[in-house]
């Protein structure tokens, strides 16, 4: 199984790469495609038939055509996606899901509607979440062309798009989120892409019982100078039970005593969680 997690997530980084390539071919055709919403929540009883739609939408000018897919997929220890093939993970609900149509063509400036119908188990299973992505991929390639002078061609790429749509399903009796900081340490200073840093490392934990969002902000401040040091906060998300380990690089060029402080907010029902950290930061 890990190594169908290592095939799986180096033709994962293919993909984002290839994503790059899409993008600006794509715009070069005047092809935009849209997908909405990007997360199905399910939740029912045992032997229920629950059903959401997924619509995609397409500005541009030609057709485009998309066959269904599903695999299993879970974080890794710094919140990185696992793909694996679908019904393999234990919390996997690929095999409730029935997706129609499965080929789809979204005409051009127009849009087509994806049925999810989720087929719950006359018993369910012990955790309150089970979860898959459904893939929707091209299947009708286009030839992109970018342009130097006047109308030549200058190259032709191949645009082939895909979407991933989390699926969810949530046991009705599950309604408790609760995320934590269990651990906030400095791990010295370390090398990220060729770059020396100062790396921190916050441990964050899901004690709930469903999916949770959550956004982790930082407050960085010279206890000398009272200067802040800026940071953007991260948005995370989690299943019950999981950890993740959030990195926080500062710039080496950062010295002297800090205050850091560490805010994690999964909103209004729940309480804002507080780190602080004082350290001395030397060449």
Known sequence: MKNVFKILKTQLLSFLVFLNIILISASAN??????SPSRLFF?????????????LTNSGTTSVI?????????????GEKQYAPANTLPSSNASWIEVKPNVITVPANGSAIVTVTMHVPAKLPTASVSN???FLTQINEQLAKTTAKGNSPRIGVSVKLEFGVHVYFTQPTALSKDLDIAAF?????????????????????????VVTDGTLRFDITNQTTGTDYKVEPRALSFLPGNEQVVYL?????????????ALLDSGEE???KVAKKEIDLKD
């Not at 005047?30 to 997908?35: C, E, H, K, L, T």
């Open 30 to 35: 005047a092809q935009s495609i849209s997908i």
């Open 43 to 55: 939740t029912g009883n045992a032997g229920q038939e629950l059903t959401e739609q997924v619509t």
């Open 66 to 78: 998309f066959r269904s897919s599903l695999m299993d997929w879970k974080r890794d220890s710094i």
């Open 132 to 134: 898959s992505m459904l």
């Open 185 to 209: 340490d400095y791990r010295g200073i370390i090398t990220e892409k060729g770059v020396k840093v100062r790396r921190f490392a916050i441990k964050v934990k899901s004690n709930g019982t």
């Open 249 to 261: 690089d500062l710039p080496v060029t950062l010295t002297g005593k800090y205050v850091l402080v």
């Open 270 to 272: 729940t309480s804002l």
